[in-house]
């Protein structure tokens, strides 16, 4: 089973800045906690992290994978373009957020590309990624 793992805006600086929010690790570093997940499941998967909308868009239409773990960053909150590629995709999707959104500010609330997800986790940090992992190598394909 490939699964792909979506990043999105802000989200390739990680650990580099406001820590007391995102935690101190390092995309880098949530990649290897996850590849060492999969290989104990099985599970291939393949990376990816962009600052622009239609990048992310173009990979969820052309990427090989069964399933997507995304972290569509602030375009969770808006993008209704996002929502709809997720949705195209006829696959199961799981939305990760590392910090709790809904512990933040009242913009950070609104949910657009949520609702196309199978499923939401905000606020577990990159445990949240491990869980979305777990789950969909469960579903399999
Ligand atoms: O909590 C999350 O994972 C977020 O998706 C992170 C997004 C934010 O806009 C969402 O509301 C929640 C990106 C925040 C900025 O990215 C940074 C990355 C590293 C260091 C500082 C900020």
Do not use: C
Not at 43 to 71: C, K, M, Y
Not at 77 to 94: I, Q
């Amino acid at each position: 089973m490939k699964i792909l793992v979506l990043n999105g805006p802000n989200l390739g600086t990680l650990g580099r800045r406001e820590p007391e929010i995102y935690g101190t690790k390092t995309l880098a570093d949530l990649e290897q906690l996850l590849t060492g997940r999969a290989k104990a499941l099985g599970v291939e998967l393949r990376f990816r992290q962009s600052n622009h909308e239609g990048q992310l868009i173009d990979w969820i239409e052309t990427e090989p994978s069964e399933a997507i773990i995304i972290n569509p960053g602030a375009l969770s909150h808006y993008s209704l373009a996002l929502a709809d590629a997720l949705r195209g995709s006829g696959k199961p999707v799981v939305e990760v957020h590392i910090s709790n959104v809904f512990s933040r500010e009242p913009d950070r609330h609104r949910m657009v590309t949520a609702a196309a997800a199978k499923g939401v986790i905000s606020g577990l940090g990159f445990e949240g990624y491990l869980a979305a992992l777990d789950y969909l190598a469960k579903l399999g394909g």
